[in-house]
Every structure is written in structure tokens, then in C-alpha cells.
């Protein structure tokens, strides 16, 4: 209830306050952010926000259209398919790194072998090897892949950040103080400071008006935050819902949303007793006030969800199942599986595994109660982010709340859903399957998903792999969180990424300011 009242009153305290800021550059972005980030290497994408960070320090053969969400060429001048399983790409021409040192098909092929190493930890390599057999060098500007098979991912694959070939090894760079000048790579951005709570990144070239700094200050709760916002001490900000009416409410702000890619998720662990009777899966399904809960805790900021596809992706089919609201239905189905009440009412007892986050400990509380009211005993368990994704992937949970961030590509549902994506230990790079899940239709439809050539032929696959994932609910589909940032109005419109990309972070401020942004110089390695 504190919280409540603090959040309730930072309008009140700062909507009329004539205090001034402490003074910062003008030419500084002041980011804050509720999450921490921890790696930046781009072969460990291990947060999300780490990775983000390190798209805009390092840059791949391919990006995404911020549009369309389809790849497009970035260091690649040309892509082509000699044959069904070769690849043959040409680099552009003058490609450096931000120390001024030339980017060539030695450092492509580095950065994609330590991925492939067998010795490697990253979560990419069982993605990558499933796809590619070989990569070489040809000339300094030209580089050719062997696929295992014909591929109709290679493209996605292709977005990989590329790493300088002197930092390549099977180990991954980490994201330390001290470490700054190993981060090499051919982004908008060059790593000035990795001070634990306080990144700070340069843009390599000038850009009038738009800054010329980018600082990252993450910090512990959302009270925090909108207290610096409202006092002049940050600039923008990804919010969490419980903050929207704070800076809705603010002329001094703009809050502006993007349709995400992501799916915030109830997931099941299909191999735990209880649940791997599909009969209990939909009924935990049907027990969930779904739609009650987007509604009250997002307002428009969130899509409702049939699937891990929104409804505006190119391969989304509203043809699947549907669980509405409906506990007595829940009951009956947990009756069939043998689930009866006890004495006390209770028919299983669960724990739920959430974010210490605040918003997460809300919604399980929610969530907890509803399945409560059918006889489901659960006990919300709340950790550290970090710890909550290591214990899920050694399956040390019954039930999670969590959200996939980017499914830009569908792809990825073979990364969360695959028996081959399965974690087991020793092979840490598997893929994400936390839910234990198999279903050798769904693995058949996901392959020849990855097989097919364009959208057109890839996307029946994906249809019915999304009606299989919808009739066997590994995961219960929540809702697709929009992508919501606040920044001072003073700094101009702008328009987030829906994949959770941050490049539109540097162009704030760019029409309105006219600051001049000076020619920066970053220390070579």
C-alpha cells in the first residue's frame, strides 16, 4: 500500500515544482532503466536489455526492418544462393570498427564459428548448428556458408552482431569495467564505460542535435524512477504500467507505445505429474481471468493473446482454440483428470516461480487467486530475475510467469518449443523449451517451417504449429505487452521498436534541439 500512495502522489509533488535539476550535457541522453544488464556480447544474449544494447554496438550482415520486422541488408551488400545449401554473401565496402580498424569476412567467419564451437555456452549454438555446417572466407569482402539443408532462416541468422576476430574466442567478452575497449564493433554506438548500474556508450559519428552520449543508469523500483524523470534527472524511459498515469497525466512528458512482438506467458512444466495431463493445462487455462486482468492492468497498452503470435504478424492464425473465463468448466476438466478436492477444499498444490519485480509479485498474487478458486494450491515464490531463469531452466519450477520478448521471426517458436530446444545438463546451449514440452507433430511442422522459401511457404507451417501449441498448451497465452516509452516532450516525437530494438533512442531530441554534436574519440584497444 505504500507504494500505491507514492506512486499516487508524484504528480501532486512534482506536476508544479519549480525545482531545478541538477545541471547535466545537453549533449547526454539520460536513459533509466528498471533492469540491469549484464552481458553485452552478442553471441550470450542472456537479457534482453543486454542484447539490445549490444545491437546498437555491434551490427550484423543483416538488420530487421523496424516496419515490417524483416531482414533487410546492414553490413551485407548482396546475399546470394549459388545452390539450395550455399549462401554467398559480399560485404560492403570501407566497413570499419569503431577503432578505425577494417571489418572483413575474417571477422564474419570468426564471430559465427565460436558460436558453432562445440566448446561454447552460448544459448545460440544448438539454433546455429541445426542450420549451418560451414562458414569460410573466400576474399576479404566475400564469405560463403554451407547449410545443412535447404533453409529458410538463414536471413534471420544472418542479423548476428558481428565481433572483431581478435576478440572471437569460444569465451564470451565480459561486460566488466576495464573491459570496455574489447567490445569492437561496426553499431551506431562505441562502449565508453561499463560501471556496474551506469553503461555509458558514444556515437561514432556526429549527428546535429542528437546526442552525442548515451548514459544507461538502472535502477532498483519504480518509485525511484519516476522520482529522477519527474525531477529532471533522466530523460526517457521504458515504463511499467504501474507508472503510465504518472506520466500520462504530464504535459511535460509523451508516452508512446509500439506494438510488441513479445508474449507474456503462464508457463507449465509439461513433465511435472500434475501437469502433464493436458486436461489440467486448459484447465488452469479457463480458470484465468485473462482478458479481465490485460484490461485492468494495461488499458490499450497490451493485445490479447491466442498464441505466442500477435495479430498483426505476417504469420498469425486466429484458428486455434480458445480458453474463455470460465472456473466451473475448470472444475469439471480437473474432476476428469482425477484432480478431486480434499477435505479442505484442495485438489494439487503448486509453487509459482515470478520476478521479484513488483508488477510480476502483483500479477501472480492475481493469478494465484484465481486458480485458488478452483481448488489449486499455489505459492508464490518470487527471485531475482537472473536466479528465476537459471532455476527454470534446470526445471526447478512447477508453474512461471515470463514473457518471450521478440518473435519477430517465427523461428524462434522452434528455440521455445523444439524437443530438441529442451535444456538438459551439459548442454546448456539446447534452446529455451523450460516447459519440458514434446510433440513430434509440432517438431515436424516447426522443421519444415524452417525449410520453406518466403512467408507464403513458411506460413502454413506456422499455422499449424501454432493450433498444435494452442490444443497442448505448454504455455498459457497471456497477452502481447506493448512496448511503452516515456520521454520529456522538449525532445521531439519519436517512435519506439516494437522488438524491443533501441536505435530510436538516438535520434531524440534531434529536431527540436539543434545542439551540435561534436566528433568523438574513442581509444583503440
Known sequence: MRSGWLLALLPMVFGNCACRAPPRDPRTLVVLSLAEPHHLDPRYPEDLLGASLGRLTFAGLMDSDPGTLLPRPALAEAVTFPDTTTVRVTLRQGLTFRDGSALTARDVVATYRSILDPSTTSRLRGTYAR???????????????????QDGTVEVLLQQPIVSARQAGPSELLAAPGNEARFLGAGPVGVESLRRGDWTFLRRAPSEGAPSRLRLLSLRDPNTLALRLLHGEGDAAELKPELYPVFERDPRFRVVSAASVGLTHFGLRCDHPRLQDVRVRRAIAHALDREGLRRSRFGARALASTGPLPPHHW??????????????????????????????????????????????????????AMLGAVGLSVELRPSELATLLVDVRAGRFDMTL????????????????????????????????????????????????????????????YVNAQRILAERLPVIPLWHPDVVWVARRSLGPFTPRGDGGLEFLLDLGRRVTGLPAPALTVPAP
Open 402 to 461: 515470463l514473457t518471450i520478448p521478440d518473435l519477430s521471426d517465427p523461428m524462434g517458436l522452434a528455440f521455445w518449443f523444439h524437443s530438441a530446444s529442451i535444456p538438459v545438463p551439459g548442454a546448456r546451449s539446447a534452446g529455451g523449451n523450460r516447459w519440458r514440452f514434446r510433440d513430434a507433430e509440432l517438431d515436424r511442422s516447426l522443421d519444415e517451417g524452417a525449410r520453406a522459401l518466403g512467408p507464403d511457404a513458411r506460413r502454413p507451417h
Open 131 to 149: 542450420t549451418f555446417r560451414a562458414v569460410r572466407e573466400l576474399d576479404p569482402r566475400t564469405l560463403e556458408f554451407q547449410l545443412e539443408r
Open 315 to 368: 504469420a498469425y492464425t486466429p484458428a486455434v482454440p480458445r480458453y474463455t473465463y470460465d472456473p466451473a468448466l475448470a472444475r469439471r476438466l480437473l474432476d476428469e483428470a482425477g484432480l478431486r478436492p480434499d477435505a479442505n477444499g484442495v485438489r494439487a498444490r503448486f509453487v509459482l516461480r515470478v520476478s521479484s519485480q513488483r508488477f510480476a509479485v502483483t500479477l501472480g498474487r492475481a493469478l494465484v
